[in-house]
């Protein structure tokens, strides 16, 4: 079993940055990242980080977001970060951490986070 705790959400204004991360318990998995969801959209993958270094950027997101995966030797957790840099308006939603056996972009993950609120403002 896998658990993933998200943290570093909050309300900012258009063009700050903020890093979200997500603590995962349990086996190592191969892919790590991030989806969000809008209020009236469908969930969307963000970024995605296989174990071998091998990444997936939503186009919306490339050259602002970076994504990033450690696994600290003093730890029994594997972190994922989400670098978020001049958000715009649109980046507004509920941020959700993701793990899986398998490298995907659809929602056919095995392991959900709760979600973090990520508010951009004007």
């Avoid at 994504?67 to 600290?72: A, E, G, L, N």
């Avoid at 840099?85 to 980046?91: A, V, W």
């Avoid at 941020?95 to 398998?102: E, H, I, S, W």
Wanted: net charge neutral; with cysteine; hydrophobic share 35%.
């Amino acid at each position: 079993q896998v658990h993933l705790e998200e943290s570093g959400g909050g309300l900012v204004q258009a063009g700050a940055s903020l890093r979200l991360s997500c603590a995962a318990s349990g086996r190592l998995m191969y892919a790590m990242g991030w989806f969000r969801q809008a209020p009236g959209k469908e969930r969307e993958c963000v970024a995605i980080m296989t174990h071998t270094a091998n990444t997936f950027y939503e186009d919306s997101v490339k050259g602002r977001f970076t994504i990033s995966r450690d696994s600290p030797r003093d730890s029994a957790k594997n972190m994922v970060y989400l670098q978020m840099n001049n958000l715009k308006l649109e980046d507004t939603a509920i941020y959700y951490c993701v793990a899986g056996f398998q490298f995907r972009t659809d929602v056919r993950y095995d392991y959900w986070g709760q979600g973090t609120q990520v508010t951009v403002s004007s």
